[in-house]
């Protein structure tokens, strides 16, 4: 036998021992996984950690979310805290697919009973960020806050992918602005933006593959009752005794029954005493109090001038008024003017129109929340301002670096005496735009807003020219299949 012919054998036999080393791991695996799914199918539920979507969703938590907790925690202050709220969601969410991995498909109720108590969890994600909108990172608090109800696919179906793309989506308006505003200040913060977004994809391709219709329940006739109370955060403290268990549970029956002997014996009394009234004939009307003449009011002028009634003729009627004025009394908050550290703080402010700021300077912001009937002005030039829910405020300004924002408020104006780069309106009923010869570069964004308009002078500045902001919008396919779309009056 040649030698090249002995040579080429051995790299036969090489390759052939590579090719069957790969399929005896390949095997190893399938059977691995198989074995995992087999066995919660069998009843047999300590292998559900090893189960192939909740191992995937485990990789999905320590590398893309912890990463963006790691980045969230360097960032620090409002940006960390509304993450931690987060990590609690996706923990919850965790708990929840092992428990439904483990159990048959539960009604219609007893998971309601469920969603309900885990939507509490995303819920307090977004009040955090409605209790600090004055925050530094309020742009970052709203992007985690527009797309935190992707982690609500689990009560979707049949499509919960995309409702998670949805959901990605909605923080774009967000996102954009922290992009746009540390874009060439801090690249942490840039990250941090690309970090979280693709936590919402691989969250998405997550569902898909493994979730298509919904959620993956254990079929098997083995399989638990889904029990929503194990699915908590934190564990049970060591040590000490058990908590006393709770009350007995009245049936729907007892319930009802209760109710019918309560309601029963009123009305039977109620009957009793009717007829008791009737059998006194004519004496009845001798419980009855006299009117005098002076309550009369065809005898008696005064009343028929004043058209009023007499205090203490109609109890009810004061009672219920009363109650009526307490419950719909308004709380006024203190009004607050101050400078803390760079942000201005103009808040709850009523009826004020000698609200001036001076001595400002570039790092400075301007921050307007609940005003009603105020006019403000901004002397300088500042960084940027925000006008939120506020109602019939009028803003002056000399100049502004980044943004002037209208957020939540109605019937709010502002005119710019030099130059302002871009004019944010989301939220808002009625916002009208003057703008001054050197600021007709200026960007207009709108969102979810109606009744803006656009002033723009004319070239003596002596008069404005009055243009509205479209708030109709048509949007056809285009011959490449993508979408078009163009602002109209009419459809």
Not at 121 to 141: C, D, P, T, Y
Not at 380 to 394: E, H
Request: charged fraction near 25%; include cysteine.
């Amino acid at each position: 036998m040649s030698a090249e012919l002995v040579d080429r054998m051995e790299k036969l036999v090489t390759r052939m021992e590579k090719a069957t080393s790969k399929l005896e791991n390949f095997s190893s695996e399938s059977v691995g996984a198989k074995s995992a799914t087999e066995s919660i199918q069998n009843g047999s539920h300590d292998n559900t950690e090893e189960l192939p979507s909740i191992i995937a969703f485990d990789e999905l938590i320590n590398s893309k979310f912890s990463s963006f907790k790691d980045l969230s925690n360097k960032i620090g202050g409002d940006v960390k805290t509304i993450v931690d709220l987060v990590e609690n969601a996706f923990k919850l969410e965790r708990k929840f697919l092992v428990e439904a991995a483990r159990s048959v498909q539960p009604s219609q109720d007893a998971l309601m009973k469920f969603l309900q108590q885990y939507s509490k969890s995303i819920e307090e994600v977004q009040s955090f960020r409605g209790k600090n909108r004055s925050s530094a990172f309020f742009n970052h608090l709203s992007a985690i806050s527009e797309s935190i109800g992707a982690l609500g696919w689990i009560a979707v179906s049949p499509t919960p992918a995309p409702y998670v793309k949805e959901m990605s989506d909605a923080a774009q308006f967000y996102t954009n602005r922290v992009l746009k505003d540390y874009k060439e200040k801090d690249a942490n913060h840039v990250q941090w933006v690309k970090q979280w977004l693709q936590v919402l994809s691989e969250l998405q391709a997550y569902v898909k593959q493994h979730h298509t219709t919904g959620v993956t329940w254990n079929s098997s006739k083995k399989s638990m009752q889904f029990d929503a109370s194990k699915i908590v955060l934190g564990s049970a403290p060591s040590g000490g005794c058990a908590p006393p268990p709770p009350p007995p549970v009245m049936s729907l029956e007892e319930l009802l029954a209760d109710d019918s002997k309560s309601k029963s014996s009123t009305n039977k009394a109620n009957t009793d005493a009717l007829f008791a009234e009737l059998s006194k004939g004519s004496d009845i009307t001798k419980s009855l109090k006299k009117v005098t003449d002076d309550q009369k009011t065809h005898k008696n002028p005064n009343l028929r001038a004043g058209n009023t009634v007499p205090s203490g003729t109609n109890s009810l009627t004061n009672s219920s008024s009363s109650l009526q004025s307490k419950s719909t009394t308004v709380i006024q908050k203190p009004p607050v003017f101050e400078l803390a550290d760079k942000k201005w703080k103009i808040e709850n402010q009523l009826n004020r129109n000698d609200l001036v700021i001076e001595d400002t300077d570039l790092k400075q912001t301007v921050y307007i929340y609940q005003c009603k009937e105020c006019t403000i002005t901004v002397k300088g030039k500042i960084n940027s301002i925000i006008v939120d829910s506020c109602n019939r405020v009028g803003l002056l300004f000399d100049d502004v670096l980044s943004t002037v924002e209208f957020i939540n408020s109605k019937s709010v104006q502002m005119q710019v005496l030099g130059k302002v780069p871009t004019v944010s309106i989301e939220k808002t009923d009625g916002c009208q735009v003057y703008l001054s010869r050197n600021s007709l570069n200026s960007e207009i964004v709108t969102s979810k807003s109606s009744s803006m308009n656009v002033l723009i002078p004319n070239e003596n500045d002596d008069e404005f020219s009055e243009y509205p902001v479209p708030e109709q919008f048509k949007t056809i396919i285009n011959s490449s299949r993508k979408l078009t779309t163009q602002p109209t009056e009419s459809v």
